[in-house]
């Protein structure tokens, strides 16, 4: 079984991908950024992976996931200097759950008002 997630995004058809794909029990869900349509949630870096985090959720749930599924992270933020808001934010969600965690600073995201992009597995226990 393959499930794909959309998240409605008009690029999604354009570049060919889905918010998040299923296969059995494992969950993958794509880079996702604070950038709700034309609009950014947050100028600062904690606020920015607050939102990112909740879009997260709404694809493990829509995938039959939890955030206690996550097994990975992988984080992308433009000044790594930002670490600590980022991972203050993502400690709030993870930090019972515990995921193996990367994050590395990247030049530039999609659009220079993006700060950090986070992708996620999740294995779904039986």
């Not at 829509?62 to 790594?80: K, N, Q, S």
């Amino acid at each position: 079984m393959r499930q794909l997630i959309s998240s409605g995004a008009p690029w999604e058809a354009i570049v060919g991908y889905s918010r998040a794909v299923r296969v059995g029990n494992v969950v993958e869900v794509a880079g996702t950024t604070a950038q709700d349509g034309d609009a950014v949630t947050g100028a600062d870096a904690y606020t920015q992976t607050k939102r990112v985090l909740e879009k997260i959720g709404e694809a493990l749930t829509a995938a039959g996931a939890t955030f206690e599924d996550v097994v990975r992270t992988r984080m992308f933020v433009t000044d790594i200097s930002q670490w600590e808001a980022v991972g203050q934010a993502h400690g709030e969600v993870f930090g019972d759950i515990r995921p193996v965690t990367t994050m590395v600073e990247v030049k530039a995201l999609i659009d220079s008002r993006l700060l950090v992009e986070i992708e996620a597995t999740a294995i779904i226990s039986a």
